[in-house]
T-cell receptor, first 111, second 115 residues
């Protein structure tokens, strides 16, 4: 059974701060890692993908992957109230590349 | 920017009725997926579809479910005899071809309410 674990939160940060969201996964054979943002009642929206160990930056977002520790994180710099949402970590193994989703972490950015 | 579309946005049906949920994937994508999300729970994989056939399905995707690509653009999910526990958001997703990234793009979803 492939598991993807996230702290459900809520994680509350002030506007302008760095939000750090974490995810661990159970399948050592995982090869593809994704972060999605989901506003209440809406569909998941892809933020970033990462496939190799290390950091990947895209604008205010940085994804970090450590396969040895089976850990992936998402940093959001200069957090804005509009970043308030649930952030879903999704992890896929080779072959089918169908992601298993975590329950998500609720992020609240307060002015 | 190309996007996945889904219709209807909300479907209310009575238990035992058949429903068809429709999706138009991104036009040059080759892989198509259905997921569901029960309120307050995880996004769960139902089925994947490639080259006009099911490539993988989950335990949830039992005999009451079927998928079809009736033409070059639409991708449908049929639930033959709906149950109360089928009430959920159903998301269609698509991704590119063999040599593209593994990123999946989701449609806006169909909220299915079974009464």
């Amino acid at each position: 059974q492939k598991e993807v674990e996230q702290n459900s939160g809520p994680l509350s940060v002030p506007e302008g701060a760095i939000a750090s969201l974490n995810c661990t996964y159970s399948d050592r054979g995982s090869q593809s890692f994704f972060w999605y943002r989901q506003y209440s009642g809406k569909s998941p929206e892809l933020i970033m993908s990462i496939y190799s160990n290390g950091d990947k930056e895209d604008g205010r977002f940085t994804a970090q992957l450590n396969k040895a520790s089976q850990y992936v994180s998402l940093l959001i710099r200069d957090s804005q109230p509009s970043d308030s949402a649930t952030y879903l970590c999704a992890v896929a193994s080779g072959g089918s590349y169908i992601p298993t989703f975590g329950r998500g972490t609720s992020l609240i950015v307060h002015p | 920017e190309p996007e996945v579309t889904q219709t209807p946005s909300h479907q209310v049906t009575q238990m035992g009725q058949e429903v068809i949920l429709r999706c138009v994937p991104i036009s040059n994508h080759l892989y198509f997926y259905w997921y569901r999300q029960i309120l307050g729970q995880k996004v769960e994989f139902l089925v994947s579809f490639y080259n006009n056939e099911i490539s993988e399905k989950s335990e949830i995707f039992d005999d009451q479910f079927s998928v079809e690509r009736p033409d070059g653009s639409n991708f449908t999910l049929k639930i033959r005899s709906t149950k109360l526990e089928d009430s959920a958001m159903y998301f269609c997703a698509s991704r590119g071809g063999l040599f593209s990234s593994y990123e999946q793009y989701f449609g806006p979803g169909t909220r299915l309410t079974v009464t």
